[in-house]
């Protein structure tokens, strides 16, 4: 063996050593000095102790977690440093800061006329920075026509995100030539509202849309064939909690309505009908067996169903009943 191979096999061995130390350092510092039992940590006290003997091995050391106080679960979880999560309602997904509108400097004191003007400015160029292209432009102006429609229809905020993920996939893959962006956002929406089980139907979307109803109609087969989304078809539970809130029903007709839609499932009535036209039927039959009155042009006008389909489907939803209760006996 070489002097060479001999110094660096020398250099080599406490490199070694020192690895092997830090493995005993490290499970020293696990187990007690006194009788070499387990060592816990109690995170109320902030102490060190064995877990065998007791013996207090340190105290007062350093909290690295938040400094703030909470008092309950949601407290807690809303407490941080950082700003507002990403979405994807805006078309920069959040990510960029705006010019605030007050006119007033860090101190709360009123700008000068000069300085508003210069505000003024930096506010409109900046606005026109963020949205430099047109795919910008263009998802600017979908998604806030999503979310005007979404806060007329009263849509929560998960849909609303879910509407606009599908307006993004339709953008990037270039679905929207020769046809309106309002028509898209609108297709959008109702897509979202079927995925996640809210019940808007169309006449209700076209009523706050800006487009006609047989346009999205066109604008919403050609979208989920190209998208490939795997829609549910809408079911008359859907829309019993919110026909049944509107008209003020009892709770005693809302949960019969609900049995003669089970019913009525079951024995295949809706099938091939509106799902809106079902559960208003269900409701107006409902209403009549509990003996409350609830006529038919107030749950026309609450479900945006004309008379005659109500009349037609409550003969439907009674047949199922009664054929169901037949074959039981």
């Given amino acids: 063996m070489t ?15 020192s690895g092997f130390d ?16 387990r060592l816990i940590r109690d995170s109320d006290t902030d102490e060190t102790v064995c877990s065998e003997c007791g013996l207090l091995i340190s105290e007062q050391t350093i909290d690295r977690g938040p400094e703030w106080r909470t008092f309950d679960f949601e407290q807690g979880e809303t407490a941080s440093r950082v700003g507002l999560p990403t979405t994807q309602r805006m078309h920069d997904k959040g990510l960029t800061t705006d ?4 006119d007033r400097d860090a101190h709360g ?10 505000m003024s400015r930096l506010r409109t160029w900046d606005e026109r920075f963020r949205t430099q292209d047109s795919k910008g432009r263009n998802l600017k102006r979908a998604l806030g026509e999503i979310d005007r429609m979404a806060s007329a229809l009263g849509v929560p905020d998960p849909t609303r995100e879910t509407a606009s993920v599908i307006y993004r996939r339709a953008l990037d893959e270039d679905l929207l030539p020769g046809r309106s962006i309002e028509s898209v956002a609108t297709c959008a929406l109702y897509a979202a509202t079927r995925t996640n089980g809210i019940s808007r139907t169309i006449d209700e979307l076209t009523e706050v849309s ?3 109803k047989l346009d999205i109609e066109r604008t919403y087969r050609y979208i989920s064939r190209e998208l490939d989304l795997q829609i549910p078809p809408s079911h ?19 949960r019969y309505a609900r049995k003669l839609i089970d019913d009525a499932t079951k024995q295949g009535v809706h099938s ?25 042009p107030d749950i026309s006008a609450v ?22 209760e037949a074959d039981e006996l």
């Fill in 99 to 102: 010019i605030g509108w007050r």
């Fill in 272 to 296: 091939g009908k509106n799902p809106a036209g079902i559960a208003a039927a269900a409701l107006y039959a409902a209403s009549r067996l509990c003996g409350e009155s609830i006529i038919q």
């Fill in 22 to 37: 830090h493995s005993l350092e490290t499970q020293r510092h696990n187990e007690c000095p006194e009788c070499s039992g």
């Fill in 303 to 324: 479900a945006n169903i004309s008379e005659v389909t109500i009349r037609q489907r409550y003969r439907d939803v009674l047949d199922a009943t009664e054929l169901l």
């Fill in 210 to 212: 800006r487009v006609e």
């Fill in 3 to 17: 002097n060479d191979q001999l110094s660096t096999t020398r250099r080599s061995k406490p490199n070694a050593v």
């Fill in 109 to 118: 004191n009123p700008l000068s006329a000069r300085q508003r003007q210069k």
């Fill in 236 to 254: 008359p539970m859907e829309y019993v909690g919110r026909f049944a809130s509107e008209l003020e029903c009892s709770n005693e007709t809302d």
